[in-house]
């Protein structure tokens, strides 16, 4: 059998090249990594920038959607009416 004897020159170089490239390899994922964080984030905004317009233009032409709003979040009541909270 033919043994394989591997120069120190090649050893030298590979080690050589991971000390050059290997930083900025870990660079490129962590940066690879806060991208697709920022794309995932970035998506979730549009949603809910969406949801927020929607939102707007219900309460600009609905007002039983406003009266509901408002009574929902701010607890206002028609005059006559008697609030009534319920805790749990």
Do not use: C, H, W
Request: hydrophobic fraction near 45%.
């Amino acid at each position: 059998m033919a043994k394989i004897r591997i120069k120190p020159i090649y050893i030298g170089a590979a080690i050589v090249l991971i000390v050059l490239f290997l930083p900025g390899y870990a660079k490129f994922m962590e940066l690879r990594a806060k991208n697709l964080y920022l794309e995932n984030e970035i998506k979730r905004l549009e949603n809910e920038n969406t949801a927020l317009n929607k939102e707007k233009a219900q309460l600009e032409e609905d007002m039983d959607y406003v009266e509901k709003v408002a009574r929902e979040s701010m607890g206002v009541t028609r005059e006559g009416e008697i609030p009534i909270k319920l805790e749990p």
